[in-house]
């Protein structure tokens, strides 16, 4: 909707954001936009995004908090392109929520290198991005015990992508902090969570 030209109707994906306003090349009609950041809640599967993102729901309202799973079986996604798409649909949804005024906080694993080269990256003040991590140990435990997970190699394949979480600050063009939540409770994650993000409102 805010990307569409009032004026000549173009809605291509063609439109230049500046100074608070959104101009169509095509025509040069200019109209206000809010622009706010973008927040992504990350990690590998089973480390807690999800149980942080229900923590915030219930006690606090400084950003509209969604999980990114909300796109599987609307979107299927079996190729880089289909993710890309589903990347892209995930930041016009939210560049059109931030018109309210609230910044948009997805939880997400995945695909965290495609945000910065989405054409929607240009209507946000900034994207930052928050890696959740815990010790192997206690992610095993987390996987098995908290969400029944059997799956050995879903189980180490989720260990590797901690591993390398911990390791790095950067995913392709995405710079990330990490919070390793190992000994913390989903009050105190969801405190940490909260103290992030107002840094950048």
Known sequence: MIGTCGKCGNHKWDKIVKDG?????????SWNYVSLPLFILSGCSGVGKTTTGIELIQRQNDVVVLDADIFCGVQNASSEEDYRKRVD????????????????????AGNLDMLPRSYNTRFFSGIYCLVLTVDDDALRDRM???????????????????????????????????????????????????????KYL
């Open 21 to 29: 306003r959104v101009i169509c090349p095509e025509c040069n009609h």
């Open 89 to 108: 649909t995930l930041e016009a949804l939210s560049r059109n929520i931030s018109q309210s005024g609230k910044p948009v906080l997805w939880t997400m």
């Open 144 to 198: 098995t015990n908290g969400r029944g997970i059997t799956d050995s190699g879903w189980i180490e394949g989720s260990v590797g992508y901690n591993q390398y979480l911990k390791t790095h600050n950067t995913l392709g063009e995405l710079s990330y902090e990490t919070l390793d939540i190992t000994n913390k409770t989903p009050a105190e994650v969801a405190d940490a969570v909260i103290e992030w993000y107002k």
